[in-house]
């Protein structure tokens, strides 16, 4: 798990990097004024339910008051076609940048869905980025080419993407 949670840092950081930041000036306990950068407003994350809640304290580790929404969506066993089962998102989210976070993507069919639901919801594509540790080229090509004006953030793509990454990540096997 140590080495799942270090990914997930190093990915929820890069992501934190793609988000708007404005110049600020603050005093610090010894008076001493510090030039800094602060996060603009309007920044979420979004995880799809369940593997993508194992990123969400990675980024809660680096934001502590970031709002968080969550997606359930499934798969269909044999035709693998994704269903959404549940959406709870902030109730601006058409004017937040989104983080959309899920570690494995094999297919890129729940991705791509999570994606039509958050455009539903009024997000821009380019307000989206998918923060990832292991996915396919078939996946991030269909996610790419479905919705060109995202950005994806990935560990590795590698021709298999590992299985049942939740289970194994919250030990429910």
Partial sequence: MFYADRLIRLVVEEGLNQLPYQKCVITTPTGAQYEGLKYEKGNCGVSIMRSGEAMEQGLRDCCRS?????????????????????????PDIEKRKVLLMYP??????????????????GVKESNIVLLNLFC????????????????????EVHSVAPNHFGTRYFGTD
């Fill in 66 to 90: 970031i709002r968080i929404g969550k997606i359930l969506i499934q798969s269909d066993e044999e035709t693998h076609e994704a269903k959404v089962y549940y959406a709870k998102f902030p």
């Fill in 104 to 121: 494995i993507m094999s297919t890129g069919n729940t991705v791509t869905k999570a994606i039509s639901v958050l455009k539903d919801h």
């Fill in 136 to 155: 396919t080229p078939l996946s991030v090509n269909l996610v790419l080419n479905t919705f060109p004006d995202i950005k994806v953030l990935t560990s």
